[in-house]
T-cell receptor, first 105, second 115 residues
Framework: GIQVEQSPPDLILQEGANSTLRCNFS?????LQWFHQNPWGQLINLFY???GTKQNGRLSATTVATERYSLLYISSSQTTDSGVYFC???????FGTGTRLTIIP | GAVVSQHPSRVICKSGTSVKIECRSL??????MFWYRQFPKKSLMLMAT?????????EQGVEKDKFLINHASLTLSTLTVTSAHPEDSSFYIC???????????FGPGTRLTVT
């Protein structure tokens, strides 16, 4: 099956910093989503982005489908951004390995 | 919109007993619901896919007789962990898809501890 790797696995940043999270996938996909799992376990939909670029406030995402990767950008980080970020691909979502983001006040 | 609830949020049970977890789509009808399992500090793994009114499709390695899934209506799916053992302790998360659009929406999860 398709493999989905995310990097970095862990990221610790000061409040106000910017960050880039990467998602690599091993085969072409028709569906790619980014999620934020908060410290209580709830998964929050961030973007549906099989290709192209989208922005929502301080967050934006870009997927280059031909090169099999997607990037999630977080600008001006806040402590509430802490948690684990997952990308997931295909209709039966295959989740990536996740990036654990910790924002320090 | 697109709210999915799970009940209970947390359950502790004794080894050998069965536990039922409910997943409800509150403001939309879910053609398809999915059940995932997540171990501590790990990613989510799909266990099974259920369509309303039909039998669930289980992923490879998931015991269908141990994890019983019922999707009796367009707003409710249940996962029953039968004869639970400590190794079944995990975080179980459901998601729902309306049949239109591309996104699944996730419930808040159920933390199961088997003693």
């Amino acid at each position: 099956g398709i493999q989905v790797e995310q990097s970095p696995p862990d990221l610790i940043l000061q409040e106000g910093a910017n960050s880039t999270l990467r998602c690599n996938f091993s085969d072409s996909v028709n569906n790619l989503q980014w999620f934020h799992q908060n410290p209580w376990g709830q998964l929050i939909n961030l973007f549906y982005i099989p290709s192209g670029t989208k922005q929502n406030g301080r967050l934006s995402a870009t997927t280059v489908a031909t090169e099999r990767y997607s990037l999630l950008y977080i600008s001006s980080s806040q402590t509430t951004d802490s948690g684990v970020y997952f990308c997931a691909v295909e209709e039966k979502l295959t989740f990536g390995t996740g990036t654990r983001l910790t924002i320090i006040p | 919109g697109a709210v999915v609830s799970q009940h209970p949020s947390r359950v502790i049970c004794k080894s050998g007993t069965s536990v039922k977890i409910e997943c409800r789509s509150l403001d939309f009808q879910a053609t398809t619901m999915f059940w995932y399992r997540q171990f501590p500090k790990k990613s989510l793994m799909l266990m099974a896919t259920s369509n309303e009114g039909s039998k669930a499709t289980y992923e490879q390695g998931v015991e269908k007789d141990k994890f019983l899934i019922n999707h009796a209506s367009l707003t409710l799916s249940t996962l029953t962990v039968t004869s639970a053992h400590p190794e079944d302790s995990s975080f179980y998360i459901c998601s729902a898809w309306s049949g239109s659009g591309n996104e699944q929406y996730f419930g808040p999860g159920t933390r199961l501890t088997v003693t």
